[in-house]
């Protein structure tokens, strides 16, 4: 499966933006859906998670509460709401896909498949 994320701007903080990831060759019910993301100078995180069916999902600390990873397997699509946003989300956010025995994994090495990023940028 071959993934597109999409979405990305420049927001002022308390903004809101929706991320979307599309998959291209495969449907993408067949894997669990995942985003991570990498700020300057950082190392790449595991944003949140979600199974094939849609019901499991995980996040990190630092999002939780504040954003939320849904999916619509009928346009094959992973969607990432982001809300309350903040200087320190700025960065280039990242959609993969893992094997669907995975489920909302937040482990980076169960996912195979990764689009390019889209870039965040969120001002103070």
């Known amino acids: 499966v071959q993934l597109q994320a999409s979405g990305g701007g420049l927001v002022q903080a308390g903004d809101s933006l929706r991320l979307s990831c599309t998959a291209y060759g495969s449907t993408f019910d067949n894997y669990g859906g995942g985003w991570f993301r990498q700020a300057p100078g950082k190392e790449q995180e595991f944003v949140a998670g979600?199974?094939?069916?849609?019901?499991?999902?995980s996040y990190a600390d630092s999002v939780k509460g504040r954003f939320a990873i849904s999916r619509d397997n009928a346009k094959n699509m992973v969607y990432l709401q982001m809300n309350s946003l903040k200087p320190e989300d700025t960065a280039l956010y990242y959609c993969?896909?893992?094997?669907?025995?995975?489920?909302?994994?937040?482990?980076?090495?169960?996912?195979?498949?990764w689009g390019r990023g889209t870039l965040v940028t969120v001002s103070s």
């Open positions: 979600i199974d094939w069916s849609g019901v499991g999902t």
């Open positions: 993969a896909a893992a094997g669907s025995r995975w489920g909302s994994t937040s482990s980076r090495r169960h996912y195979n498949n």
